[in-house]
């Protein structure tokens, strides 16, 4: 039963049919939301994701080359898993992703490319409420996308983009942070649970490389911790997180 003293999250927005996913590296989405992804195109959303790298600095065993290859095949496996078809990467260079207006430029375009209601990204604070630092990747690829949701409405902000065809999207409405230590909605992961062990599970290079306990077990143990802890502010129900910001 819930606790009544516990700050209840509110349900997400519904009135919404495109959202566009953007966040640093591969493995990203699928620890942070993926079963809120599989539940929505259940539901005949399109969801589409942009990666600013392609984690090609993230396993030690392996050279960046290699590495980025196999994690792209690991990030469209994962995100076909949960229904989403299209993965972009902008190929900003792992571990070393600056902030500022050439990174707000590139997630702009993928944003006036693609026409959201609804734009995702992954905690941009310093830390993992408060225990744990966060990376500078995530920090800057999460403000840049909070800031693109606005560049992207602004004809006079980038203007070579509009030259490149890509006309300017005032129709963001919402920006939606998965992992925040902040988060005032809640998306019900019932449904989306089992595919979102799997969607993760396809990352299993990059899990074996992490730890030495079985890729299956690590994964199924780590999302249903998360969504039932989650599920304690949410009537008692699996759920994924999130922080909205309304524009």
Not at 227 to 234: D, L, Q, S
Request: glycine residues 8%; proline residues 4%; negative net charge.
């Amino acid at each position: 039963m819930t606790d009544p003293l516990i700050t209840q999250l509110r349900p997400m927005p519904e009135d919404w049919r495109r959202a566009l996913a953007v966040v640093a590296h591969p493995d990203d989405l699928e620890y942070g939301c993926s079963a809120a992804v599989a539940a929505w195109t259940d539901q005949g959303r399109e969801i589409a994701y942009v990666l600013a790298t392609r984690g090609e600095a993230g396993i030690d065993t392996l050279d960046p080359e290699r590495c980025a290859a196999l994690r792209e095949r690991e990030q469209r496996a994962s995100a076909a898993v949960v229904g989403v078809s299209v993965v972009e990467f902008l190929d900003h260079k792992d571990g070393v992703i600056e902030y500022g207006t050439a990174l707000r430029r590139d997630i702009a375009a993928a944003i006036r490319r693609h026409r959201p209601e609804l734009v995702i990204t992954l905690n941009h604070r310093d830390t993992w409420g408060g225990v744990a630092w966060n990376t500078p990747d995530h920090v800057a690829v999460g403000r840049a996308t909070l800031d693109a949701a606005a560049d992207a409405g602004n004809r006079w902000i980038f203007p070579e983009l509009t030259e490149q065809g890509l006309e300017s999207w005032n129709g963001v409405r919402w920006v939606a942070i998965a992992g925040s230590s902040r988060p005032t909605h809640a998306v019900d992961a019932t449904a989306g649970l089992d595919r979102a062990v799997r969607s993760l599970l396809e990352h299993r290079t990059y899990i074996e490389a992490l730890t030495e306990e079985a890729p299956e077990t690590y994964a199924r143990d780590f999302l249903t911790r998360t969504t039932t802890a989650t599920g304690e502010r949410f009537g008692g129900r699996p759920a994924v997180a999130f922080e909205v910001f309304g524009r």
